[in-house]
């Protein structure tokens, strides 16, 4: 697991615009460019914040991207508990 590369791509994602209208734009041609797992870019291309957070994403980086895509607090914390299940 590449759960580094993961939280790098995201955090990049959260921190630059010119990344985020990239990641938009292409979200898996953004996403080929780190090293990060099949699974990994399978889920951050989703926007699988189940998964996401299962994989190692931190929450603190977690919660500012999933806000970045329209995501209510209750259906982020639902999906982030659905890892403790």
């Known amino acids: 697991m590449s759960a580094y590369g993961l939280q790098k791509l995201v955090r990049e994602v959260n921190r630059a615009p010119a ?25 951050v291309i989703a926007r699988d914040w189940t998964a996401l957070y299962r994989l190692g994403v931190h929450g603190l980086l977690l919660r500012p991207f999933s806000i970045l895509h329209g995501v209510s607090e209750p259906d982020y914390l639902l999906a982030i508990r659905k890892h403790a299940a």
């Open 19 to 43: 990344a985020r209208q990239e990641f938009m734009r292409d979200a898996a041609g953004f996403a080929a460019g780190f090293d990060v797992t099949e699974n990994e870019r399978a889920a």
